[in-house]
């Protein structure tokens, strides 16, 4: 019989519609089940889905749809990352109001996420810009200024003196401001900043528990908060050299073995001695003034040219008084770590060399490496930062460093300058506590007053929300908050007098640290979370996004996680218990001979003699094919998931991105393969149908006895049943796909035999049938849903149980065992694992190579170890 095609675009919608009515992947609060929760990264709504949400939402659908058939209660809610600056660039180029284009783009992004078929729970659907949401957002605000959690810090900001706005780090190029062009200058402003350094010890060590999360992510959040170990050191300046008198300068190093290789001291432009010889001096300030220009990325201070400035200033050694060594205004050095101050030690930091390489100041190296002879080692462009024995250190030579960076701690922890000790051991992080003022108008309004008689003072409560107004003008630059003629205005709450609201908004980063929490009880409208419930539901057991999130994202939810704990919203710490970062989705590029991009809709490629060339579709020029890279606008090599799926249908999109490439790596979008994943889900049906044909005359009763036919392909069956079901839950899909498409041969295999089989085996193809159905389910859902129609099967196959394994049907049933002919390995024999020693025996002395290695020799002793070894003794 010749089923008919399987039409997608009619079946697909009457699933979702379907699934939508019977809201079958609403997940309940009261459910007595075990949880699971799955989330991926929740989407900003720019307009569009793009196919990288594609992959994302199907890895996670994938694993939502299978927990939910082994029984648990899942939780895989959907919500959206809406604030942010897109939404004002759009008022300020469309003139459209931010809180209209978010919504409408909501909308629109939503009605293409229904169509992918994904399993979500659509009732705790909100947006961080909904009022009901920021609310408890500004209440957890209030709490962590309580708890000393959240505090005013002076901040260095990028400063756009024509626009007269601050601006974020990615909106100045090349030291010029975005949209003016205008130098950009570092101003001190009163930020809001989050207390995560209270943390950064504890949020260090916690990584070492998340072992279900990338070692390469773990790596990366330990570098990010960046301990060391170090020591300070007060070293001496020659009072007769210094602006003011000043007699000490302190200093953070890690490398306190290295001080007798040190040939010079620098300072950070914002360091207090720099700032005092700047004032005796025009040409210090003018130097001071040129290097703040490059801006506060770290970044671009990393892969600036080093450039410093001699103050004049000498410091003293702390082991040798007569050793005097010039102090530096650098631009390498930063105020806000450590202390600001460094000793430099050009042989071994490179950043110290290229300084002394451009400024004359030599090198002497302190540590040689083993195998090295000291006489004949000398550094010149490449500082060494290995390990080895000390030289020209006088009382360190021939320590190791680590040796040598505790003799030097003792010494100058226990040597007095005043009352206080010269050396102190101090451990230093990188991490820097998180300023969250941002000075723009689509983001979560900072709840408090500014009164001039009270000074900061929190709304009340009952006050909460503090929402933004709606009759905003984007005509002026800067923030619109700022510029509304009576939005700031208000009295105080303190003393009824005139005071003014904050307009600095937070950071997004904050929307997204605890929108996860929020998921467990999106319904409470008087706290952030039910704690109850929070605590039943978190953390997230499996977390999937894209690896650009895996420092800040990651890093801000855990500290926003402690202090929900700290403020009693959450009795936890770590909000993911398992995390998983995606590869992205690439393309090919097309280029026409003029130079430009053209999309991959728009040209045709041709698979020849020649290998694969690339024809334009509207003129047939011949275009260029380039390399694979990242999807992006500007190379145009973009897929839209609308038009794939209303080509293809959602079931192919979704099976050809998990089936080509490991899911944290990058897969290639391919027409071509596309249209095999197209091939394949016909290829099924048929299969389905064709079975559904012979499932109709298997016995209603399970067979006594199976025949080799039906036990081979129950055994497919289980077997895949068995690979599948554990590669589902170590996310290896593209391996779960291979075993299924291996077990769809081995049905179709059968099939093939004719139509008229023996009852055990229309019994086995009737199981095998249902088992191949329910293992594509979480990947091809739609299809699944009318396949089990076609089984005649009862309900939804969303949400029928997971099949049992009968494991007895995995053992295999024979055995290999390896021959040895006096205790040399000669060979290996296969026999049924029921076979007996004689059996075992004979099989073995007819094997051509014992016959060889005994040489003709007699038999003494035929040793079998079951299961594993046959010894024969000649
Ligand atoms: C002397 C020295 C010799 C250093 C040597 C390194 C190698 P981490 O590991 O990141 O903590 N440093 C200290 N404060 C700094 C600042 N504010 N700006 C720029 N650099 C600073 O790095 C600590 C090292 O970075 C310190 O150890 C110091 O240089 C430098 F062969 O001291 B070291
Ligand atoms: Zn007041």
Redesign the pocket.
């Given at each position: 019989m010749t089923a008919e095609r399987y039409n997608a675009r009619e079946s697909e919608p009457r699933w979702q519609r379907l699934w939508d009515e019977k809201a079958i992947f609403a997940s309940k609060n009261d459910d007595k089940r075990p949880k699971y929760y799955v989330l991926e990264m929740f989407p900003y709504p720019s307009g569009r889905i793009h196919i990288g949400h594609v992959r994302n939402y199907t890895l996670g659908d994938v694993l939502a749809r299978f927990m939910r058939a082994k029984g648990f209660n899942v939780l895989h809610p959907m919500g959206w990352d809406a604030f942010g600056l897109p939404a004002e660039n759009a008022a300020i180029e469309r003139k459209v109001a931010p809180k209209a284009w978010t919504y409408d783009n909501i909308a629109a992004m939503k009605k293409q996420l229904r169509s992918i078929g994904l399993s979500l729970d659509w009732s705790r659907e909100f947006a961080t810009c909904d009022p009901s949401y920021y609310k408890h957002q500004q209440k957890m605000f209030l709490d962590m200024l309580r708890t000393g959690l959240a505090e005013r810090e002076k901040r260095k900001l990028n400063w756009d003196p024509v626009d007269m706005t601050v601006l974020a780090n990615e909106q100045v190029i090349d030291g010029r401001g975005w949209r003016s062009g205008a130098v950009v200058e570092q101003r001190e402003m009163s930020q809001w900043v989050f207390k995560i350094t209270k943390y950064a010890q504890e949020l260090l060590e916690a990584l070492d528990g998340l072992d279900r999360w990338p070692d390469k992510v773990r790596l990366m959040q330990r570098n990010w908060i960046g301990r060391s170990e170090g020591l300070l050191i007060r070293f001496a300046l020659d009072a007769a050299t210094t602006p003011a008198g000043e007699t000490e300068l302190k200093i953070f190093t890690t490398r306190p073995d290295t001080l007798f290789g040190a040939k010079f001291m620098a300072i950070s432009a914002d360091h207090p001695l720099a700032v005092a010889a700047a004032a005796k001096n025009p040409r210090l300030a003018e130097f001071i003034a040129d290097i703040k220009k490059i801006g506060t990325a770290q970044s671009i201070i990393d892969t600036a040219e080093k450039q410093g400035f001699d103050t004049g200033i000498k410091a003293v050694h702390p082991f040798d008084p007569s050793w005097k060594l010039p102090v530096y205004v650098a631009n390498f050095v930063l105020m806000e770590y450590g202390t600001g101050a460094i000793f430099g030690c050009p042989a071994h930091d490179q950043r110290d060399l290229d300084f002394v390489n451009k400024y004359g100041l030599g090198n002497v190296p302190v540590v040689c490496p083993e195998g090295q002879d000291p006489k004949t080692f000398f550094i010149t462009d490449t500082a060494y930062d290995g390990d080895g024995r000390m030289i020209n250190s006088r009382f360190l030579d021939g320590m190791t460093i680590d040796q040598a960076k505790e003799e030097v701690a003792k010494r100058l922890e226990s040597e007095l300058r005043g009352n206080a000790p010269v050396g102190e051991r101090q451990v230093n992080f990188r991490l820097r506590d998180w300023g969250i003022s941002r000075q723009r108008y689509w983001g979560c309004p900072i709840p408090v007053i500014h009164?001039?008689?009270?000074d900061v003072?929190p709304v009340p409560d009952d006050q909460l929300p503090v929402t933004l107004p709606e009759d905003v003008s984007f005509d002026k630059p800067g923030n619109a908050l700022d510029h509304h003629p009576t939005w700031k205005h208000v009295t105080?709450p303190?003393?009824?007098?005139k005071?003014v609201r904050e307009t600095d908004t937070m950071d997004t980063f904050v929307d997204s640290s605890w929108y996860f929490a929020r998921f467990t009880d999106p319904w409470n409208e008087t706290a952030p979370t039910t704690p109850t419930v929070a605590n039943r539901m978190m953390p997230v057991d499996q977390y999937i996004g894209g690896v650009e999130h895996a420092i800040l994202h990651l890093l801000y939810s855990r500290f926003f996680t402690r202090a929900m704990k700290a403020t009693g919203h959450i009795d936890m710490t770590e909000p993911f218990a398992g995390m998983f970062t995606q590869g992205m989705v690439v393309h090919e590029t097309y280029q026409k001979a003029d130079g430009s991009w053209v999309t991959p809709a728009e040209v045709k490629i041709e698979v020849g003699g020649n290998g694969r060339r690339a024809v334009l579709l509207a003129t047939g020029e011949d275009v260029e094919i380039g390399p694979i890279e990242k999807m992006s606008k500007s190379k145009k090599n973009t897929v839209d998931p609308d038009d794939i799926i209303a080509s293809y249908g959602a079931d192919v999109a979704r099976w050809f991105m998990l089936s080509d490439s490991p899911p944290d790596r990058d897969v290639i979008w391919s027409d071509e393969r596309v249209q095999g994943a197209a091939r394949f889900v016909q290829r099924l049906w048929r299969l389905v149908n064709e079975s559904a044909e012979i499932a109709k005359t298997a016995p209603a009763a399970r067979p006594a006895t199976f025949g080799p036919e039906a036990l081979t392909l129950r055994k497919a069956a289980h077997g895949a049943l068995d690979k599948v079901s554990s590669g589902i839950e170590r996310l290896h899909f593209n391996v779960c796909l291979a075993h299924i498409r291996e077990f769809a041969n081995a049905l179709a295999e059968v099939l093939a035999k004719g139509d008229k089989p023996a009852p055990d085996v229309a019994w086995a193809v009737k199981e095998a049938a249902t088992i191949l159905v329910q293992l594509f389910s979480p990947m091809m859902p739609h299809l699944a849903e009318e396949c089990w129609v076609v089984l005649g099967r009862e309900g939804l196959v969303s949400e029928a149980d997971w099949p049992q394994i009968e494991r007895d049907l995995l053992v295999e049933d024979s055995v290999t065992l390896v021959v040895q002919v006096n205790g040399k390995k000669r060979g290996d024999v296969t026999v049924p694992r029921a076979a007996q020693n004689a059996d075992i025996e004979a099989a073995v002395l007819a094997l051509d190579a014992v016959k060889a290695a005994l040489g003709g020799k007699p038999v003494r002793k035929v040793i079998v170890v079951p299961m594993r070894i046959v010894n024969v003794v000649g």
């Amino acid at each position: 019989m010749t089923a008919e095609r399987y039409n997608a675009r009619e079946s697909e919608p009457r699933w979702q519609r379907l699934w939508d009515e019977k809201a079958i992947f609403a997940s309940k609060n009261d459910d007595k089940r075990p949880k699971y929760y799955v989330l991926e990264m929740f989407p900003y709504p720019s307009g569009r889905i793009h196919i990288g949400h594609v992959r994302n939402y199907t890895l996670g659908d994938v694993l939502a749809r299978f927990m939910r058939a082994k029984g648990f209660n899942v939780l895989h809610p959907m919500g959206w990352d809406a604030f942010g600056l897109p939404a004002e660039n759009a008022a300020i180029e469309r003139k459209v109001a931010p809180k209209a284009w978010t919504y409408d783009n909501i909308a629109a992004m939503k009605k293409q996420l229904r169509s992918i078929g994904l399993s979500l729970d659509w009732s705790r659907e909100f947006a961080t810009c909904d009022p009901s949401y920021y609310k408890h957002q500004q209440k957890m605000f209030l709490d962590m200024l309580r708890t000393g959690l959240a505090e005013r810090e002076k901040r260095k900001l990028n400063w756009d003196p024509v626009d007269m706005t601050v601006l974020a780090n990615e909106q100045v190029i090349d030291g010029r401001g975005w949209r003016s062009g205008a130098v950009v200058e570092q101003r001190e402003m009163s930020q809001w900043v989050f207390k995560i350094t209270k943390y950064a010890q504890e949020l260090l060590e916690a990584l070492d528990g998340l072992d279900r999360w990338p070692d390469k992510v773990r790596l990366m959040q330990r570098n990010w908060i960046g301990r060391s170990e170090g020591l300070l050191i007060r070293f001496a300046l020659d009072a007769a050299t210094t602006p003011a008198g000043e007699t000490e300068l302190k200093i953070f190093t890690t490398r306190p073995d290295t001080l007798f290789g040190a040939k010079f001291m620098a300072i950070s432009a914002d360091h207090p001695l720099a700032v005092a010889a700047a004032a005796k001096n025009p040409r210090l300030a003018e130097f001071i003034a040129d290097i703040k220009k490059i801006g506060t990325a770290q970044s671009i201070i990393d892969t600036a040219e080093k450039q410093g400035f001699d103050t004049g200033i000498k410091a003293v050694h702390p082991f040798d008084p007569s050793w005097k060594l010039p102090v530096y205004v650098a631009n390498f050095v930063l105020m806000e770590y450590g202390t600001g101050a460094i000793f430099g030690c050009p042989a071994h930091d490179q950043r110290d060399l290229d300084f002394v390489n451009k400024y004359g100041l030599g090198n002497v190296p302190v540590v040689c490496p083993e195998g090295q002879d000291p006489k004949t080692f000398f550094i010149t462009d490449t500082a060494y930062d290995g390990d080895g024995r000390m030289i020209n250190s006088r009382f360190l030579d021939g320590m190791t460093i680590d040796q040598a960076k505790e003799e030097v701690a003792k010494r100058l922890e226990s040597e007095l300058r005043g009352n206080a000790p010269v050396g102190e051991r101090q451990v230093n992080f990188r991490l820097r506590d998180w300023g969250i003022s941002r000075q723009r108008y689509w983001g979560c309004p900072i709840p408090v007053i500014h009164c001039p008689t009270c000074d900061v003072v929190p709304v009340p409560d009952d006050q909460l929300p503090v929402t933004l107004p709606e009759d905003v003008s984007f005509d002026k630059p800067g923030n619109a908050l700022d510029h509304h003629p009576t939005w700031k205005h208000v009295t105080c709450p303190k003393c009824g007098g005139k005071a003014v609201r904050e307009t600095d908004t937070m950071d997004t980063f904050v929307d997204s640290s605890w929108y996860f929490a929020r998921f467990t009880d999106p319904w409470n409208e008087t706290a952030p979370t039910t704690p109850t419930v929070a605590n039943r539901m978190m953390p997230v057991d499996q977390y999937i996004g894209g690896v650009e999130h895996a420092i800040l994202h990651l890093l801000y939810s855990r500290f926003f996680t402690r202090a929900m704990k700290a403020t009693g919203h959450i009795d936890m710490t770590e909000p993911f218990a398992g995390m998983f970062t995606q590869g992205m989705v690439v393309h090919e590029t097309y280029q026409k001979a003029d130079g430009s991009w053209v999309t991959p809709a728009e040209v045709k490629i041709e698979v020849g003699g020649n290998g694969r060339r690339a024809v334009l579709l509207a003129t047939g020029e011949d275009v260029e094919i380039g390399p694979i890279e990242k999807m992006s606008k500007s190379k145009k090599n973009t897929v839209d998931p609308d038009d794939i799926i209303a080509s293809y249908g959602a079931d192919v999109a979704r099976w050809f991105m998990l089936s080509d490439s490991p899911p944290d790596r990058d897969v290639i979008w391919s027409d071509e393969r596309v249209q095999g994943a197209a091939r394949f889900v016909q290829r099924l049906w048929r299969l389905v149908n064709e079975s559904a044909e012979i499932a109709k005359t298997a016995p209603a009763a399970r067979p006594a006895t199976f025949g080799p036919e039906a036990l081979t392909l129950r055994k497919a069956a289980h077997g895949a049943l068995d690979k599948v079901s554990s590669g589902i839950e170590r996310l290896h899909f593209n391996v779960c796909l291979a075993h299924i498409r291996e077990f769809a041969n081995a049905l179709a295999e059968v099939l093939a035999k004719g139509d008229k089989p023996a009852p055990d085996v229309a019994w086995a193809v009737k199981e095998a049938a249902t088992i191949l159905v329910q293992l594509f389910s979480p990947m091809m859902p739609h299809l699944a849903e009318e396949c089990w129609v076609v089984l005649g099967r009862e309900g939804l196959v969303s949400e029928a149980d997971w099949p049992q394994i009968e494991r007895d049907l995995l053992v295999e049933d024979s055995v290999t065992l390896v021959v040895q002919v006096n205790g040399k390995k000669r060979g290996d024999v296969t026999v049924p694992r029921a076979a007996q020693n004689a059996d075992i025996e004979a099989a073995v002395l007819a094997l051509d190579a014992v016959k060889a290695a005994l040489g003709g020799k007699p038999v003494r002793k035929v040793i079998v170890v079951p299961m594993r070894i046959v010894n024969v003794v000649g």
